[in-house]
């Protein structure tokens, strides 16, 4: 098995914690995506997206998108349930992290730290407001519960944690998020966890205005 993959990309960090919290052992296929290496014909043949973290089970068979990846490989496994309903919740928090999470505290993140904030000012204002609400509906849910389904962990901690556990390098305060703030240290503490996540690489970086 082989995960095509950039870093200090928090998409593929979920991946990977994964595949550590299983044990199962793969071959990782470094991909600079700033350097265009996601944008060449033999990538798009992989992903015509053009974006990581790919996953690569079978030698010419190929899996793209995060969440898609993380509910491959947790099929069969105690973090993803077989009840339909909870199930059901499984997909409801990895929609949301793609829809309301990602796109704002990972996009105001990463345009923090690579110098691009002042670039785009008002979606940038934009972004913070709405990754705020992302953040205070995650506390709303978190509030008396251990994990996000039921009292164990499943891929749906996965792929809120990778986002939220880096949100303060975005600026995102956690000191009033009580229950997020526990539930990052519960998650943080299961067997398999890897650690922190990569520094973006000097080419993902921006020249001052």
């Known amino acids: 098995m082989r995960l095509h993959d950039y870093l200090p990309s928090a998409n593929g960090y979920k991946v990977r914690l994964l595949l550590s919290w299983l044990g199962r052992p793969y071959e990782l296929v470094p991909v600079d995506i700033f350097a265009g290496e996601s944008r060449t014909e033999d990538f798009l043949r992989k992903n015509p997206d053009g974006r990581i973290p790919v996953l690569e089970p079978d030698p010419g068979r190929f899996l793209a998108e995060s969440n898609a990846i993380l509910l491959y490989l947790a099929r069969g496994t105690r973090y993803l349930p077989e009840d339909a309903f909870e199930r059901a919740q499984v997909d409801q928090w990895l929609f949301f992290e793609q829809n309301s999470l990602e796109p704002n505290v990972g996009t105001v993140r990463f345009w923090h730290l690579t110098g691009r904030a002042s670039r785009y000012p008002e979606t940038f204002r934009l972004r913070v407001e709405r990754g705020h609400e992302a953040l205070a509906a995650l506390e709303r849910h978190l509030r008396g519960r251990t994990f996000l389904v039921g009292e164990r962990p499943t891929v749906a901690d996965i792929a809120l944690y990778a986002y939220t556990h880096v949100a ?42």
């Open 168 to 209: 303060p390098e975005g600026g995102f305060s956690l000191e009033r998020s009580p229950a997020v703030s526990a539930w990052l240290e519960r998650v943080k503490a299961l067997p398999g966890h890897i650690g922190a996540l990569a520094p973006y690489s000097a080419n993902a970086h921006v020249a001052a205005a």
